[in-house]
């Protein structure tokens, strides 16, 4: 493999340039070693202080699949098992019209649970983040009916939750960040000991992650850095603002709060690459990343989510992966399954494109083009044979209400997602592009809908389904 970093850092650069990053920390290690390393712009808007390899960030959703290899690892030991009920650690749990028996923490871990787009982990910021203010953490203050800072909390309004849910356990994939606030939970009963002592003694420090932690309130993550940590970047239109109020979630530990390094997040993606084995050594137990992506999990050019990671292939590699994103954070990890290579993408600027950054990496690694793009939804080149299926309005309830609308039949489709109107380009079966109707070339959203008795009933906004506001 021949990887030609000054080609890589010249397309980084166009990027950075492109999307106004304000920083950018990026690690790829393979068989061998590290293979590029690279700190891109600053820790804070003053400039003074450039990001370097130690710089630490958060990781957000990241941290997802540290929580599924806890899981993993203490299956691997007897103390629980994947098909475990949630009832029987939280007898309380329950899916609204669901068996309990059926709601595992599989299916938590797959976000197939049933489980609809809700507000909890918004509400959980916006009633424990003391130093945020504007008007979404009003709004979502206003909303909250109480602190959101208990597990009982989130699990009594799933059971109570007044939207519909989205199929039965098991059927349909909706992205559930309030299953894997349960999950935390359910290792501290497995294992004893808190998630976060348990994923420092167990994952962090066997791989020699030091500069990684799983923190609440990020206080002992600053500790950790001793200065060099992020702050946090948002744009308020074209104006780059910055502070330092990290999103605070008590309940959703394992869900987001993991703040790192792209070294030790690279170094952690290429030790699950190699099913566990770090420095010759078989740190992780092999069984317990293998449930996690292993040959259970189908691999198909269609993202499919695993046990924490996305599953894919590309080119004929299996590529599995992870984005996160909360306010100034946006992070991009992956690896190459079987092939020793490990990737991290970390920026402290809220809702940046890190795919692209990714896809770079994972191109010059592979041997093709380095813009060679990984969507996997391609226009078929024909419309769509029943629109009249799609009319309506789909709905879903994570934070402020966000809808998408269906108002006709004409070729091409058009529609409304959010407050922006697009033209739907169909991509086979259910799928479709929504292209910024003024900005042609501007995608807006990957849509796919879900047909029951002659209707659209759903549609899957990126990896959340909205549900029809008015059933038929």
Not at 16 to 26: E, G, K, T, Y
Not at 197 to 209: A, H, N, S
Not at 356 to 383: C, K, Q
Not at 441 to 468: D, K, M, P, Y
């Amino acid at each position: 493999m021949h990887f030609d970093s000054s080609a890589v850092d010249h397309q980084i650069r166009n990027l950075i340039a492109r999307d106004r990053l304000p920083n950018l920390s990026i690690c790829v290690k393979g068989p061998d070693g590290t293979v590029f390393e690279k700190a891109y712009g600053f820790r804070s808007i003053a400039q003074d202080d450039p990001v370097n390899e130690d710089t630490v960030f958060g990781i957000a959703s990241m941290s997802k699949s540290i929580t599924a290899l806890a899981i993993s690892i203490l299956e691997t030991e007897g103390k629980l098992s994947w098909n475990d009920p949630v009832s029987k650690y939280f007898p309380d749990f329950s899916v609204p019209g669901a068996p309990k028996d059926l709601v595992t923490l599989r299916t938590l871990a797959q976000h197939t649970a049933g489980i609809p787009p809700m507000e909890p982990l918004e509400w959980s910021i916006a009633q424990n983040s003391l130093n945020r203010d504007g008007e979404w953490i009003q709004a979502m203050r206003a909303s909250a009916p109480n602190q959101m800072n208990t597990i009982e909390q989130i699990i009594e309004y799933i059971a109570h939750c007044p939207y519909p849910t989205v199929g039965a356990p098991g059927e349909n994939m909706s992205y559930s960040n309030e299953g894997y606030a349960v999950l935390s939970y359910v290792v501290d009963m497995a294992a004893g000991i808190p998630l976060e002592d348990f994923c420092r003694q167990r994952i962090f420090e066997p791989l020699g992650m030091t500069r990684t932690i799983m923190d609440d309130d990020c206080i002992s993550a600053h500790a950790m850095a001793q200065g060099n940590i992020v702050s946090l970047f948002e744009y308020d239109g074209d104006q780059l603002t910055c502070d330092d109020h990290w999103s605070i979630l008590p309940p959703f530990r394992g869900c987001a709060m993991v703040k790192s390094t792209s070294r030790d997040m690279a170094a952690y993606y290429r030790c699950l690459s190699n099913w566990g084995m770090a420095g010759g050594k078989q740190v992780l137990p092999r069984a317990a990343v293998e449930s996690m992506i292993g040959p259970s999990i189908p691999a198909t050019d269609q993202a499919l989510y695993g046990l924490g990671l996305y599953k894919r292939v590309k080119c004929g590699h299996v590529i599995c992966e992870h984005g996160g994103g909360l306010h100034g954070v946006s992070t991009k990890g992956g690896l190459l399954l079987g092939e020793g290579y490990g990737f991290a993408v970390l920026c402290s600027l809220g809702d940046a494109d890190m795919d692209s950054v990714m896809w770079v990496l994972y191109n010059a690694v592979m041997g093709i083009p380095l813009e060679t793009s990984h969507h996997w939804f391609i226009p078929a080149g024909r419309d769509f044979s029943d629109p009249e299926m799609l009319v309506g309005t789909y709905i879903g309830h994570e934070g402020v209400p966000s809808r998408v609308k269906v108002s006709g039949t004409d070729a091409p489709l058009s529609a409304v997602v959010g407050d922006h109107p697009v033209t739907l380009v169909y991509c086979g079966a259910g799928r479709f592009l929504a292209m910024d109707r003024e900005k042609p070339n501007q995608l807006r959203a990957r849509l796919e809908f879900f047909f029951r008795n002659g209707t659209a009933w759903g549609v899957r906004v990126g990896s959340r389904i909205f549900t029809r506001e008015n059933p038929i």
